[in-house]
């Protein structure tokens, strides 16, 4: 318990000085107040709207990734759905990237128990992450060509670009690869290491990969008319390609996340860059608070309502999220164990 406070210091000390640095030197507040008084709600609502559709398509696209990683009895799609939403609220919540094995910890709860679906679901987490890479970059091309980007985005974005194409050849690699090994026969770290390749298997399916790459795609793109949308709520009239600056943007500060949500040096972020379009920078900071809230408030909002559709609070959230000694293999509660079938089995990578 001791230690567990100690590290509570940590992130609230790193709020601690967001918030002084955001109040010292940040924006004039009665100007940012101003700019809320001005806000047309019907825009918000249809960012809310386009922000809910993004959540579906790109749950669909896991889902895509899933049905080629795992064999009968899959989940069904209404339980993947749950799952990614209740991983939104854990994103939103808890610092770092835990909502990504929070949605993995959901389907493995309802999931019959079998060996190694732990690993294997977060494969597929891990290739459903790299889908995004595809429109990534088709949307760094765009803004490079018909928005001004500045410097100090374009360094960060350069690396992110390199260390996701990487990734991306790895995955691809190691999809391809067949390995002849029993897994019974090999220690835990490889044995867990296989069978989390299982859940790249969509690598070696060029139509479902391209199913999930478009799905992926359609989920960007309701972010970028969110965008664009919330722009237009704080009365700020500029060309689509400044939305994909925001949205490029947004991601790009987020790689790194110095304290929950990037609060402030987001906002801050995004009212620079609008600065050279004429924007004020209290209005630019304004948008981004709400932009920021908007996003937040959809994960948070329909992660809640997942999160008790499928009987967690909070903290038994946290507790599920936590790793144990093997949980792949671990004792679940109310589910028999299933074997695969070994024609199956021998289908998948290693």
């Not at 992130?11 to 806000?39: C, K, S």
């Not at 803004?143 to 996701?164: D, E, I, N, R």
């Not at 293999?329 to 109310?334: K, Q, Y």
Request: charged share 15%; glycine share 10%.
């Amino acid at each position: 318990m001791r230690r567990g406070r100690w590290r509570l210091l940590v992130p609230l000390g790193l709020i601690a000085v967001a918030v002084y640095l955001i109040w010292w030197r940040g924006p004039d507040w009665h100007q940012v107040g101003e700019a809320f008084d001005a806000v047309r709600w019907r825009w918000i609502v249809l960012a809310v709207v386009l922000n809910l559709v993004s959540v579906v398509v790109r749950s669909l696209a896991w889902n895509t990734v899933i049905r080629q990683a795992i064999v009968p009895p899959r989940p069904a799609f209404r339980l993947v759905f749950s799952a990614f939403c209740v991983g939104l609220f854990a994103n939103a919540v808890l610092p770092g990237r835990v909502g990504e094995l929070g949605r993995v910890a959901v389907l493995v709860r309802r999931l019959p128990r079998r060996k190694g679906v732990w690993a294997t679901l977060i494969g597929t987490v891990f290739a459903h992450r790299l889908f995004d890479l595809f429109p990534t970059i088709a949307l760094v091309i765009w803004v490079l060509l018909a928005a001004k980007v500045p410097h100090w985005a374009l360094t960060t974005l350069s690396g992110v670009l390199a260390l996701g194409l990487l990734a991306f050849l790895f995955a691809l690699i190691s999809a391809r690869r067949q390995n002849a090994l029993a897994i019974e026969g090999l220690g835990r770290v490889r044995r867990v290491l296989l069978e989390a390749r299982r859940g790249l298997a969509i690598m070696r399916a060029p139509l479902p990969a391209a199913t999930a790459v478009t799905f992926q795609g359609l989920g960007w793109l309701c972010q970028l008319l969110a965008v664009w949308a919330t722009m237009n709520a704080f009365r700020i009239h500029e060309p689509l390609a400044t939305s994909g600056l925001v949205l490029l943007l947004v991601n790009v500060i987020s790689v790194f996340p110095f304290w929950p949500g990037n609060v402030g040096l987001v906002q801050a972020g995004i009212a620079v860059s609008l600065s050279q379009y004429g924007v004020g920078y209290a209005r630019g900071f304004a948008f981004g608070i709400g932009l920021q809230a908007l996003e937040a408030s959809v994960g948070i909002g329909i992660g809640t309502a997942f999160l008790a559709r499928e009987g967690l609070s909070y903290g038994t959230l946290k507790e599920t999220i936590e790793p144990g000694e093997d949980r792949a293999e671990a004792d679940l509660p109310g589910h028999e164990e299933i074997e695969e079938p070994r024609a199956a089995r021998a289908r998948m990578p290693g």
